[in-house]
T-cell receptor, first 109, second 116 residues
Framework: GIQVEQSPPDLILQEGANSTLRCNFSDSVNNLQWFHQNPWGQLINLFYIPSGTKQNGRLSATTVATERYSLLYISSSQTTDSGVYFCAVLSGGYQKVTFGTGTKLQVIP | NAGVTQTPKFRVLKTGQSMTLLCAQDMNHEYMYWYRQDPGMGLRLIHYSVGEGTTAKGEVPDGYNVSRLKKQNFLLGLESAAPSQTSVYFC???????????????FGEGSRLTVL
């Protein structure tokens, strides 16, 4: 099956810093999503981005499907950005969604 | 606007007991999924369904059964619970896109299951 790898696995930022999270996948995909899992365990939809670039406030994402990667940018980080960030890709007959390994982000004041 | 609702939120079982987790969505989505998440890990697909009356196996289906008798509900059953099934279970749903693929996934809040 498709392999989805995220980097870095762990990241500690000072509040106000910027960061880039990466998602690499081993095969062609039709769709890709980014999620934030907050410290309470809720999975929050950030971006649904099969290709191109999207922005939502301090967050933006870019997917280059032909090169099999996606990037999530977080600018001016806040403590509420802490948690785990997952990317998920659509594969296997276009109905099965596979999750990456996640990036654990801690933003310190 | 409830979205995806899971019940129960918490459950403690003894080894060998059975139980059913219920997932309900009110978005008229065709596709539904059950995932499990273990500490420090990502989500692994247990089973999924592309429509009423149809189910398919994911990455880790052993020990679980599912049913999709109604479009809005997707049930996950454990016939004989084992400690290895202690986990947080997430249900998700998505619409079917024009190319028959899955659209954006929406998740429930999770169900924490402990098997003693």
């Amino acid at each position: 099956g498709i392999q989805v790898e995220q980097s870095p696995p762990d990241l500690i930022l000072q509040e106000g810093a910027n960061s880039t999270l990466r998602c690499n996948f081993s095969d062609s995909v039709n769709n890709l999503q980014w999620f934030h899992q907050n410290p309470w365990g809720q999975l929050i939809n950030l971006f649904y981005i099969p290709s191109g670039t999207k922005q939502n406030g301090r967050l933006s994402a870019t997917t280059v499907a032909t090169e099999r990667y996606s990037l999530l940018y977080i600018s001016s980080s806040q403590t509420t950005d802490s948690g785990v960030y997952f990317c998920a890709v659509l594969s296997g007959g276009y109905q099965k969604v596979t999750f990456g390994t996640g990036t654990k982000l801690q933003v310190i004041p | 606007n409830a979205g995806v609702t899971q019940t129960p939120k918490f459950r403690v079982l003894k080894t060998g007991q059975s139980m059913t987790l219920l997932c309900a969505q009110d978005m008229n989505h065709e596709y539904m999924y059950w995932y499990r998440q273990d500490p420090g890990m990502g989500l692994r697909l247990i089973h999924y369904s592309v429509g009423e009356g149809t189910t398919a196996k994911g990455e880790v289906p052993d020990g679980y059964n599912v049913s999709r008798l109604k479009k809005q509900n997707f049930l996950l059953g454990l016939e004989s619970a084992a400690p290895s099934q202690t986990s947080v279970y997430f249900c998700a749903s998505s619409r079917r896109t024009d190319s028959e693929g899955a659209g954006e996934l929406f998740f429930g809040e999770g169900s924490r299951l402990t098997v003693l």
